[in-house]
């Protein structure tokens, strides 16, 4: 029996270290989350005093000094002390985000709250509260009780009722199925973490020490039901904090649990056990408490690594697994600028082989800026310089020959076949060799070169296409998942729109709507479109959405425009830079020339220029944001 006894007390242990690591994890996981966000920022305090109890809990265990526990049990008394007020805000937070805000009842039973803990924390460091650990009791140490003690269970009782009291009316105000089976999850979690960091043993030491088994028992129950429970509140609250699909949570939250703190944990648990069991036997364990260790991580980190393909699919993406399936395929086998110039490289170096010559030189039919040119072999500047200009003169030409001499230059063109009009993808240029001296065998492989050549160039063309569709795709999608993440608790707030205006590519949306302005797909499909301010327009105007967007932009610059007629002072440069540059095309060269500055102060002006017009818009989004909110504070008051 007594044996068992040490078996439940050692599990006991254990399992409270793991608490500590869990919920540390889980801290270092929340603090990624936007803590500008109440709800998050609320959970992450509350998290940090889970965090201090918990981890106090694991350091009790390592001692039985009176000083030593005194000073453990005072900072642990430190988290247990803030808990109810955090869980008050935190609930308070909660109610607000669906639709009920504080009408200063309940901010005022706050600060009396955080007034309460800080009278605590006095009464903790001035010895109030307790001056003295009992370690000779059985069956842990523990504090004695006194009067103040039982006026803090009070408030922390208090506390939790209204914590609870506001829970539950947040559940009520959430309507849709998904909403409200995961507030069920963060109301059920919640229980866990108040119920398991009361002090029990203030109340029920002579119990515990008359029913050990039952005791050890119970602290181990309670000590698993408190992870579980801090889990199922951080990936409740992961929704709040992070404007990600549904799976994308559930998989980042349960990889970084089993790499981080179940690793640590399981880590932690077998080197306490086997250090535990060495001292039973009389038996030096120190080698096998390092190898256990190492063991333990290597293992179970590859485990996750083998086994993550085939429960993610399983368990997260649900109907969506064919189509991400194609996304994670085409991310394995996208084929960057660098892969391609090894691709193109090893043609050249083929082809240089083959046809016994020095050198060769492969230019793609582009912009000069963007154009892919591939160097292999030993060639002049001068051979580099005198070809790169030939592509201009190729372009015209509307027939090829396999091979040919152009100005004394052997250039091989590449073309692309596929589409019903042949189309020159760019050319390869050689130092000098004989083209009739070719053999068959030679001219097959030649064909099948250039014809590899083809391909590649041909799927960078296809390749662009795809990442044009996706920066036009990505602002939509984010502002989507951000007014989907806005709204999982409050469906009003589908109705006010995104605010997309606190977003970091705000000014960037800016600068692109600005440089398409008179047609293109970044106005036509701009995420500028979701702001207030454009959505009023359409409304009340009846304008599309595109001709709303000008209208805004066009209003935020007229805002900038200095009284009088126009000049060219410096207190006129900001406007006519946006005016003339986007309003009228004027070019970069003739402006800065009018302007009187330098191409690079030029750019600077501008960059000045367009965040003045995004502070604008800004001005004009959040009258707008502050005016549907008041309705909906009347509205909610009907």
């Not at 994890?25 to 709800?39: A, C, M, Q, W």
């Not at 072999?377 to 001499?405: A, H, M, P, Q």
């Not at 729109?497 to 106005?523: C, H, R, T, Y």
């Not at 000045?608 to 995004?614: D, E, G, K, T």
Request: proline fraction near 3%.
């Amino acid at each position: 029996m007594e044996g068992f006894l040490l078996f439940l007390k050692a599990i006991s242990d254990v399992i409270a270290a793991g608490v500590a690591v869990i919920s540390f994890s889980l801290l270092i996981y929340v603090i990624t989350f936007k803590l500008h966000d109440r709800v998050t920022w609320t959970f992450t305090l509350l998290l940090t005093c889970i965090v201090i109890i918990f981890g106090a809990d694991a350091f009790i265990i390592t001692t039985y000094q009176q000083d030593e526990l005194l000073r453990i049990l005072r900072i642990q008394y430190i988290g247990l002390i803030l808990l109810p007020t955090s869980f008050f805000f935190f609930s308070d937070a909660l109610l607000t985000i669906t639709g009920k805000p504080s009408r200063g009842k309940r901010r005022l039973m706050g600060y009396a709250a955080v007034f309460i803990s800080i009278l605590f924390c006095v009464l903790l460091f001035n010895g109030t509260l307790f001056s003295e650990v009992n370690t000779t009791s059985f069956p842990a140490p523990h504090i004695e009780r006194n009067i103040f003690h039982d006026y803090f269970s009070g408030f922390y009782v208090i506390m939790m009722a209204f914590s609870w009291y506001n829970f539950i009316r947040s559940l009520n105000r959430t309507s849709t199925k998904t909403s409200r089976r995961r507030m069920v999850y963060l109301v059920t979690s919640a229980i866990g973490p108040a119920l398991g960091s009361f002090p029990y043993l203030l109340y029920g030491s002579s119990f515990a020490s008359n029913n050990a088994m039952l005791f050890w028992l119970l602290s181990v129950l309670a000590y698993l039901f408190v992870s579980f429970s801090i889990v199922g509140m951080t990936y409740t609250v992961s929704f709040f904090g992070f404007p990600w699909p549904d799976r994308v949570i559930k998989s980042r939250l349960f990889k970084w649990i089993m790499r981080g703190p179940i690793t640590a944990s399981l880590a932690l648990g077998v080197t306490t056990l086997t250090s535990r069991v060495g001292k039973q036997l009389d038996v030096d364990v120190s080698s096998l408490i390092v190898l256990g260790m190492v063991a333990t991580i290597v293992l179970f980190e590859y485990s996750v690594t083998i086994f993550s393909p085939i429960w993610e699919p399983l368990f997260f993406n649900g109907s969506d697994r064919e189509e991400l399936a194609k996304i994670r395929m085409l991310e394995d086998r996208l084929l960057t600028k660098n892969d391609l110039e090894q691709f193109l490289e090893l043609i050249l170096a083929t082809l240089c082989d083959r046809l016994q010559i020095d050198g060769a030189l492969l230019i793609e039919n582009r912009d000069e800026k963007s154009a892919l040119k591939v160097i292999v072999g030993n060639l002049s500047d001068r051979f580099i310089k005198e070809n790169s200009g030939v592509i201009n003169s190729l372009r015209k030409k509307d027939k090829f020959k396999e091979i040919e001499i152009y100005q004394k230059k052997i250039i091989i063109p590449i073309l692309n076949i596929s589409s019903s009009d042949v189309s020159l993808l760019g050319f390869i240029a050689t130092k000098e060799f004989d083209p009739i001296a070719i053999d068959d065998e030679k001219r097959i492989a030649l064909r099948k070169l250039i014809n590899r050549a083809a391909t590649a160039l041909q799927d960078r063309k296809h390749q662009d296409s795809l990442f044009l569709s996706l920066e036009i795709l990505t602002p939509q999608v984010t502002a989507i998942q951000s007014i989907l993440a806005s709204s999982r608790f409050n469906k009003k707030r589908i109705l006010n729109g995104l605010n997309i205006s606190k977003m970091k590519d705000f000014e960037k949306w800016v600068k692109d709507a600005l440089n398409q302005f008179f047609g293109g797909p970044k106005l036509s499909q701009s995420p500028l479109i979701q702001l207030s301010s454009v959505q009023k327009r359409i409304r009340e105007k009846e304008e599309s959405s595109i001709k709303a967007l000008r209208g805004v932009l066009r209003e935020a610059i007229e805002c900038l425009r200095p009284v009088g007629d126009r000049q060219y002072t410096n207190e006129w440069i900001l406007f006519n830079i946006l005016d003339l540059k986007f309003m009228e095309g004027w070019k970069v060269k003739d402006l800065s020339r009018r302007l009187a500055l330098s191409e690079a102060d030029f750019y600077r002006k501008q960059r000045i220029a367009i965040s003045a017009v995004a502070d604008q818009i800004l001005m004009s989004e959040k009258k707008d944001n502050s005016r549907v909110n008041n309705e909906n504070i009347k509205e909610e008051d009907k």
